[in-house]
């Protein structure tokens, strides 16, 4: 079956929606935190659901262990922390070598889909993204896609649009071979 992981997935709720969303699908959460992948995982075996894993991993250094070349259909990362101060923006979940890393472990025509509230947020996602040679802009270059392509939500999104607020989303396909 087709595998799409969620990078940072948190409590899981974007996992479990998308799962009831396409069940023909096994989905993967990585999270660096311990304790939520124990609930996500507990969460899967109490509802029977075999398609769905968590597993600890800090993505920017294990991404590359953790998914073979091509053997990923879709990433997703949802409303990682924005670390706001200059001097903490190393610390943000997206960097050019993890943009690179996501590409390979895409199949071909595989999707990388991101998501936050905090523009300046998304403005550096895209930036980083539209450099990236293995990835094309889905609605076209420098473009946010107004919409999200999934009815799953994840907890902060929710919440997010509760308020009335924004949510930049961009979606990526990898070209090439």
């Not at 029977?48 to 990433?75: C, H, K, Q, Y």
């Amino acid at each position: 079956m087709p595998v799409e992981v969620e990078l940072g997935c948190g409590d899981g709720a974007f996992l479990f929606g998308r799962a009831a969303e396409d069940p023909w699908r096994n989905y993967v959460g990585v999270d660096i935190r311990e304790e939520m992948v124990r609930r996500v995982q507990a969460r899967a075996m109490r509802l029977g659901l075999r398609g769905i894993t968590a597993v600890v991993g800090n993505i920017n250094a294990d991404l590359g262990r953790l998914f073979a070349e091509g053997s990923v259909d879709r990433f997703c990362m949802n409303f990682p922390d924005p670390w706001f101060k200059r001097r903490h923006h190393k610390r943000r979940m997206l960097t050019p070598e993890l943009a690179a890393d996501v590409v390979k472990a895409l199949k071909p025509g595989g999707e990388f889909f991101f998501q936050s509230d905090v523009f300046d947020v998304a403005l550096d996602a895209m930036d980083i993204l539209e450099q990236e040679p293995g990835l094309a802009n889905v609605v076209g270059p420098w473009r946010f896609e107004r919409e999200s392509p999934f009815r799953a939500q994840s907890k902060r999104e929710r919440q997010t649009l509760r308020k009335g607020l924004r949510v930049w989303r961009l979606r990526y396909h990898k070209v090439g071979g």
